[in-house]
C-alpha cells in the first residue's frame, strides 16, 4: 500500500522529531516531513493591565498573537519548506490543541485552504498514515475554536487571580482555569473533615467451625441484636460497654444455622483504557504518576523502531475519553484470543462499550495497541523497563475487554445465637475469566 503522491515534493508537518522520524520512515522519497516542535504561536503579553491578556476585551474577546520565542528559526525553516512544496500537510495530534496549532501553521507560514491539507490519525502505523494523506480534510474550525477559549479562559483567570495571590499568599504563585476551581474543591473538602464529629461504633465478629470440622474456621459478622442493626449508627454497638455485653452472652450461646444461600454471579469486564482509567491503573499497578504514564506513552504513540529497521506506533492516541474500538481492531483482537487460548474465554459476539461519561466527546478510540500481533513478549527487546511495563499493561487490558469475564459462587450463611444474628459471606471462583 502507497500513497497517491501527486506530482512535486510534498511537506507533511508534525509536532515532535521523534514522530517526524517515524512518519517519514513510513513515507519515503518524495515527502519531506518537519516538526514545529508544538506551539509556534501564542497571545501577546505586553506590560500590564488589559495590554498583557493579549486579548481584545473591547472586539468580542479577539485573541492577539505572536511566535513563540525562541521559535522564530523553527516558523523561518517551516515557510521555507512550504514555498517548495506543491501540498502541506498539517498533521499535529488529533485533538484540540493539535487542530490549533494546524491552524497557526496555516496562518503563519501562509497557506490557502487548497494548498493546506489537514491529516490525522489514531495510530501510527503505515496503514493510518497512508489512510491519512489519501483523505486529508480542511481544518475544523469548531475545535480551534474551542481551544482558543480555552486559553482565553486561561489569561483572563490566571491574569487576574495571579497578583491576588502574590498581594495575600505568596510571590511567583500562579493561578488558572483548572487549578482555581480544583483548590476551590479541596477547600471545601478540608472544611468537611475539620467539621466532621467523629461517632463511636463496635463490631463483633466470631470465628466458627462446624461440628464436624473443628479445623475449618470461618468468620461472621453480627449484623443484628434484638432486633436491632448491630453497627455504625445501631442501638447497641455504640459503646464498649453495651458490646461488652453483647459479648458476654454471645461467648455463653449456642450458634445455629439459620439459613444459606448461594447464587452465581459474574465479574464485571474489563473495558479498554481511556487516559484517567489509565493513570489510575498506571499509577496503582506500576507506581507511576500522571506526567510520567503520559510521557511513556508518548513515546509509545510516536513510534519505537522494532526488527529490520521498522518504525511503529505501538498504542493508539493516549488522550481520550472514549471507550470506542475500530470493528477491524476487534476483528483482530477476537481472531488472537481464539488462536492463543481456550474458546470459553472467547465471546459469541463482539463487546461494545458505551462511554459511562454523558458528556465524552468520543473523537478518538480508546487506547489500545496497533497491532495485537506486537505482543508485549515480542517487542520487549526493543523497549525500555518503563515502556515494557506500561505497553504490557495497556495490550493485557485491551485483550481482557474482549475476553468473556470471571464467574462465582457466593454463599451467605444466616446463624443465629443468643437474641442476635450473624452473616458470614464467602466466594469461590467457577470460572477465571
Given at each position: 500500500?502507497?500513497?497517491k503522491k ?8 508534525v ?13 519515503g ?19 500590564w493591565?488589559?495590554?498583557a ?14 511566535i ?8 523561518k ?9 506543491t ?7 488529533p ?5 490549533a496549532?494546524a491552524?497557526?501553521?496555516k496562518e503563519?507560514i501562509?497557506?490557502d ?51 491576588f495571590?502574590w ?9 488558572g ?28 465478629m ?10 475449618s ?6 449484623v ?10 445501631g ?15 454471645l461467648n ?23 487516559t484517567?482509567?489509565l493513570?489510575q ?6 507506581s507511576?504518576g ?21 518504525h ?7 488522550r ?8 477491524e481492531?476487534i ?16 465471546p ?9 461519561n ?5 473523537a478518538?478510540?480508546a487506547?489500545?495497541?496497533s ?15 518503563e ?20 464467574e ?5 450463611i ?16 467457577l470460572?477465571?475469566?
Amino acid at each position: 500500500m502507497a500513497a497517491k503522491k501527486k506530482t512535486g515534493n510534498a511537506l507533511v508537518i508534525v509536532e515532535s522529531p521523534a514522530k517526524a522520524k517515524t512518519i517519514k520512515k513510513i513515507l519515503g522519497p518524495g515527502f519531506e516531513v518537519k516538526a514545529s516542535v508544538g506551539h509556534v504561536r501564542d497571545l501577546e503579553s505586553k506590560g500590564w493591565g488589559k495590554a498583557a491578556l493579549g486579548i481584545d476585551l473591547e472586539n468580542n474577546y479577539q485573541p492577539k498573537y505572536k511566535i513563540i520565542k525562541g521559535k522564530e528559526k523553527t516558523v523561518k525553516e517551516l515557510k521555507d519548506a512550504a514555498a517548495k512544496a506543491t501540498e502541506v500537510y498539517l498533521a499535529p495530534d488529533p485533538d484540540r490543541e493539535g487542530e490549533a496549532i494546524a491552524w497557526h501553521l496555516k496562518e503563519i507560514i501562509g497557506l490557502d485552504d487548497e494548498k493546506a491539507k489537514r491529516i490525522t490519525y489514531q495510530a501510527i502505523t503505515k496503514k493510518a498514515v497512508l489512510e491519512a494523506i489519501d483523505n486529508p480534510r480542511t481544518i475544523n474550525m469548531d475545535l480551534v475554536h474551542a481551544q482558543q477559549g480555552r486559553r482565553v479562559l486561561d489569561r483572563l483567570v490566571g491574569f487576574s487571580l495571579s497578583p491576588f495571590l502574590w498581594k495575600k499568599v505568596a510571590k511567583s504563585l500562579s493561578a488558572g482555569r483548572v487549578q482555581s476551581v480544583a483548590v476551590r474543591i479541596v477547600v471545601e473538602r478540608e472544611r468537611e473533615i475539620v467539621a466532621f464529629v467523629p461517632e463511636e461504633y463496635w463490631k463483633i465478629m466470631a470465628f466458627l467451625h462446624p461440628e464436624s470440622d473443628k479445623k475449618s474456621l470461618f468468620k461472621a459478622q453480627l449484623v443484628r441484636w434484638k432486633g436491632e442493626k448491630f453497627g455504625l449508627g445501631g442501638k447497641f454497638a455504640g459503646t464498649e460497654d453495651s458490646a461488652r455485653e453483647v459479648e458476654t452472652l454471645l461467648n455463653q450461646a449456642d450458634f445455629n444455622i439459620d439459613s444459606i444461600k448461594r447464587r452465581k454471579a459474574k465479574g464485571k469486564g474489563m473495558t479498554p483504557f481511556i487516559t484517567s482509567t489509565l493513570q489510575q491503573a498506571a499509577s496503582t499497578q506500576l507506581s507511576f504518576g500522571t506526567s510520567k504514564t503520559m510521557s511513556v506513552a508518548q513515546k509509545l504513540y510516536e513510534g519505537i523502531e522494532l526488527a529490520d529497521g521498522e518504525h511503529v506506533g505501538l498504542i493508539t492516541y493516549m488522550r481520550t475519553d472514549s471507550t470506542r474500538v475500530a470493528p477491524e481492531a476487534i476483528d483482530e483482537v477476537r481472531q488472537y484470543i481464539s488462536d492463543n487460548f481456550d474458546k470459553v474465554y472467547l465471546p459469541e459476539k463482539a463487546k461494545v462499550y458505551g462511554s459511562s461519561n454523558k458528556n465524552a466527546q468520543d473523537a478518538h478510540e480508546a487506547i489500545r495497541p496497533s497491532y495485537v500481533a506486537h505482543t508485549p513478549e515480542s517487542v520487549a527487546q526493543f523497549l525500555t523497563r518503563e515502556q515494557q511495563r506500561l505497553y504490557e499493561l495497556i495490550w493485557r487490558r485491551f485483550v481482557a475487554s474482549q475476553m468473556n469475564p470471571p464467574e462465582y459462587e457466593t454463599t451467605t450463611i444466616h446463624i443465629k445465637a443468643a437474641e442476635g444474628e450473624l452473616e458470614a459471606k464467602g466466594r469461590v471462583t467457577l470460572f477465571d475469566g
